[in-house]
């Protein structure tokens, strides 16, 4: 069923391999090499929970998870959503939408898949009764926070995700050192996000930490993308006729996902990413041309700060042309010039087939801050910096192209403190006490559990051995 997106001759992998391995030895990421058609019509009335079984179940055969696991998994990962749409739609007005995925545990759009995520690890190493899982991760925010509430708790499953002290925001940062579960543990290091990413490959690499079976939980995950498609479905449906997503992208997961709902037959116009100073994405779809930039640029919109995009890879193997094995040495031969030239191009036949269903933006840190503040001026809604990607870019398409624009919400306000009240502090009656949910509130009164390590592979090892 799964191949990967650089094999050269026919694979066919289970599902439980694809989420188990997360990578493919070969390098190349995973997907499934034909994609399902669907019965739109049948689908409109749906929860956002059976409309994720359906849809999960067009990817996972049933022989792997029956139909009664399947379904108990996908309950037990949205009751820790504070909607009970899960993924709520705002009217702003009759062309604009968002779409709020911020309502799980930590507020960021990640816990859509990593709730699910979690308990798939679970179920899979518990059938098997495996040896327990490492999960060792890195993180500059984000992602460290929504995998330990993914994970928290799991039974077989360790967790240490490392992230440098003091340079990720301090609800993040809380998020992750005051989870009280035993098999969490929070690793601060005394170095940059690029130094705990190299310690964290490292210990992948080093043999004599084997024993650990350490996993990682990172952003090309296929099961990550595979739980995202069910929100697109669900804002179709409650909306009327055709619509345009805009995205706020950064390692490409979120918007990929509506390129397989797109593909599966969902009638969607356009699917617009979104991207802050880091723009690779957005030059590459005016150009044809991918090309890494020496730098990444801190912006205010951190979970979209990346030089290259890594679930990019993905969308390439569906552009390119010929069997799967063809597809698979093109993809091979772009990896390749991008590793060793920092970027290759395309055909035109692909760039336009690309641009049939994207289009893209990419927004200055300014114009981030006054999207902010325009739109709480407008509509008393006070949108996160991430959001504000999407948004300033929805409402400039929206000038040339009326249509039905959905806008991905992709983070709560109060997780980018700075930003958001920075770009609000000129209203009178705005404070931030308004706008933070009282769990994030309560954070800074629970025991604090972390860890300070020092940047190196030996100090890292040892806390984990230690903490083990
Ligand atoms: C991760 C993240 C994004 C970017 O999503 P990708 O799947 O990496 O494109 C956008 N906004 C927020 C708040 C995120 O955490």
Redesign the pocket.
């Known amino acids: 069923m799964y191949t990967s997106t650089r094999a050269t001759t026919p694979q066919s992998l289970s599902f439980e391999e694809v989420v188990m391995t997360g990578l493919a030895p070969d390098g190349g990421l995973y997907l499934p090499s034909s994609i399902p058609k669907i019965p739109i019509a049948d689908w409109s009335s749906l929860s956002f929970q059976d409309l994720a079984f359906q849809i999960m179940r067009l990817y996972i055969p049933s022989s792997e998870i029956p139909d009664s696991h399947l379904s108990s998994l996908i309950s037990k990962s949205y009751a820790s959503f504070k909607s009970d749409e899960i993924t709520p739609l705002y009217n702003v007005n009759e062309n604009l939408y968002l779409l709020e995925l911020f309502h799980g545990p930590t507020y ?3 816990d859509v898949a990593l709730q699910f995520v979690g308990n798939l690890f679970e179920y899979f190493l518990q059938r098997k009764k495996s040896n327990p899982i490492t999960v060792v991760g890195a993180t500059s925010g ?2 460290g926070s929504a995998a330990i509430y993914g994970l928290r708790a799991k039974k077989d499953v360790k967790v240490f995700i490392l992230y440098p002290t003091g340079r990720i925001s301090p609800i993040q940062e809380l998020q992750m050192s005051t989870v009280p579960d035993e098999n969490v543990h929070a690793l601060s290091v005394n170095g940059t996000f690029d130094d705990c990413q190299d310690i964290v490959k490292a210990i992948f690499a080093d043999k004599s930490f084997a024993s650990y079976n350490v996993a990682a939980v990172n ?1 090309i995950n296929w099961a990550r993308i595979l739980a995202q498609i069910t929100y697109y479905f669900y804002a179709f449906y409650r909306v009327k006729g055709t619509v345009r997503f805009v995205v ?8 990929l996902a509506g390129y397989f709902a797109y593909r599966m037959g969902l009638p969607i116009d356009k699917l617009i990413i979104a991207t802050n100073e880091n723009d690779i994405l957005d030059r590459f779809l005016k150009s044809g041309v991918y090309a890494k930039g020496s730098s990444v640029k801190s912006t205010h ?1 951190p ?2 700060d990346i030089l290259v995009s890594s ?1 990019f890879e993905r969308l390439l193997w569906y552009l390119a042309e010929g069997s799967d094995s063809e597809r698979g040495g093109t993809v091979c031969s772009y990896m390749d010039s991008l590793k060793r030239e920092g970027s290759f191009s395309v055909p035109n036949s692909v760039l336009s087939q690309a641009r049939e269903i994207f289009d893209s933006s990419s927004v200055t840190n300014d114009a981030t801050i006054a999207t902010i503040k325009k739109f709480y001026a407008s509509h008393k809604y006070v949108i ?1 910096p ?1 959001t504000a990607v999407g948004v300033n870019t929805a409402l400039r398409f929206l000038e040339n192209h009326p249509a039905t624009y959905i806008s991905l919400s ?2 709560h306000p109060a997780k980018f403190s700075e930003p958001v009240n920075k770009a609000l502090a000129s209203f009178p009656e705005y404070s931030f006490d308004k706008i933070i949910p009282d769990d994030l509130k309560r954070l800074s009164s629970l025991k604090k559990r972390v860890t300070y390590v020092d940047a190196s592979l030996e100090a890292v090892e040892n806390a984990i051995k230690h903490l083990y």
């Open positions: 960021a759009f990640k984000d992602t952003s706020p992208s950064g390692n490409f997961g979120d918007i919109s979970a979209m679930n996160d991430h992709t983070a």
